[in-house]
């Protein structure tokens, strides 16, 4: 079953390397409809899938990050036009010099091919990941969870009707249905038909794709996002920010799920973010000084610091400096978000510079690292690794490129 996928899935990426930028437009413009108007019986499906979770014991963060609601139909919807509004990146030519023999050596922009994406509970990622994988000439093969799988059927179902309905080939879009756990598995190892896999989930998920494909690998990293509170922080931002990147969203990977605070400002700091947080019924966990701050703060453990909850519980750590600061958060990140509450224009840029992270910020809430907040659309997902993408990953990131010469009859000597 899955080598006829992935011999399908082949097969469409040459057709679809040949698409020009108005036809998939068109075809993406059409999907976008067609979501928002059969959104209805999307949710119904849906629907099934959150009255399992629940039966199962699924968590607050995680059935939020499974639900669809009109509202996010719509800003699926809104995500795939942003898709359609950017600039085709295929077919352009990065460079080309001319050599002393007179060939002309020049590097252009290509689709990868067939894209694998394993992902967990966020049916929306279905419809990110066809989107910017079509928009780039590539196929997509879909892995998604058990706990969403009514979902991502209904919705591969109406994307395949409208790519049908604009004349395009409907293999440009797969979904693995069996969700077990072998298929999985035996997904990762797809190198003959896959070029590239992309895992999106937990550190578990992601840790069994590093360790058992075969295909190469994005590294999509789990998100212990810190937000250090300096010595020369405005406390009227850092307030907003801190309860904004901790708990708009519980159950996304750019949440904020640890604060470093400097001692200078920390008597201060403490008690109002210690407040603001208990309020809104969320642990924390704090080393020792932070504890005899505020009694709303419980001593953590040496794994608190390292932990993304997911949850409504976050780690509070008191330095002497940003210098201890800075290397709290690159001994504990998971190379994420990071940010910096802070008037000092020379330690924001220490931050900046010194941090090993793929999204660093200055004064805002690290909830902004997502591709249609930086402008993409939507995103395949935030690399987390250093090699070929790094940060949210839009257009180039499912892009190659290939040599391309020019020459004269010229022959090697």
């Known amino acids: 079953m899955l080598q006829e996928l992935g011999k399908k899935a082949k097969a469409a990426s040459r057709i679809m390397a040949k698409l020009g930028q108005n036809d998939k437009n068109n075809a993406l413009l059409m999907v976008a409809d067609a979501l928002v108007t059969n959104s209805e019986e999307i949710i119904k499906a849906n629907d099934i ?13 995680l059935l939020d990050r499974l639900k669809l609601t009109k509202a996010r139909f719509d800003d699926m919807a809104e995500g795939i036009r942003q898709v359609v509004s950017l600039e085709d990146p295929v077919g352009e030519v990065l460079s080309m010099k001319e050599r002393p023999n007179g060939l002309l050596i020049g590097q252009k922009r290509v689709p990868m091919g067939v894209i694998g994406i394993i992902y967990e509970s966020r049916p929306n990622v279905t ?12 196929s997509v093969i879909l892995r998604g969870g058990s706990d969403c799988i009514h979902s991502n059927i209904a919705l591969v179902k109406v994307i395949k009707e409208a790519l049908k309905s604009a004349g395009v080939t409907e293999d440009a879009i797969n979904l693995i249905e069996n969700t077990d756990r072998e298929i999985a ?26 360790e058992n494909a075969t295909i190469p690998v994005i590294e999509t990293g789990t998100g212990n996002c ?34 470093v605070i ?9 008690p ?65 978000s990071e940010s910096i509450i802070t008037e000092s224009y020379e330690n924001a840029q220490r931050f900046l510079n010194e941090i090993d992270s793929a999204c660093v910020y200055v004064n805002a809430s690290t909830r902004f690292t997502d591709g249609f907040m930086f402008g993409f659309g939507a995103e395949i997902g935030i690399s987390t690794q250093k090699l070929h993408a790094r940060g949210p990953m839009g257009l180039l990131a499912l892009t190659s490129t290939k040599f391309i010469v020019y020459g004269n009859g010229q022959i090697r000597e």
């Open 272 to 336: 109002l973010i210690a407040d603001m947080l208990s309020e809104n019924d969320c642990e924390i966990r704090g080393d020792e000084q932070a504890v005899l701050l505020s009694s709303n703060i419980v001593p953590a453990t040496e794994d608190d610091f390292a932990t993304e909850y997911l949850a409504k519980i976050i780690s509070a750590k008191i330095v002497d400096s940003i210098d201890e600061a800075i290397e709290h958060i690159n001994n504990y990140s998971t190379g994420h």
């Open 127 to 138: 419809v990110d990941a066809f989107a910017l994988c079509f928009k780039t000439g590539n």
């Open 262 to 270: 400097h001692k200078d400002i920390a008597a201060k700091a403490v």
């Open 226 to 259: 810190h937000i250090y509170i300096d010595k020369d922080a405005d406390l009227d931002k850092a307030l907003p920010i801190i309860k904004n990147a901790k708990l708009q969203r519980l159950g996304v990977c750019n949440a904020c799920e640890s604060l």
């Open 185 to 210: 598995k035996q997904f990762m190892k797809l190198n003959k038909y896959v070029d590239l896999l992309i895992p999106r989930g937990g550190a578990g998920l992601i840790r069994t794709v590093v």
């Open 49 to 61: 899938d959150i009255e399992n979770g629940i039966k199962n014991g699924m968590s607050e963060a």
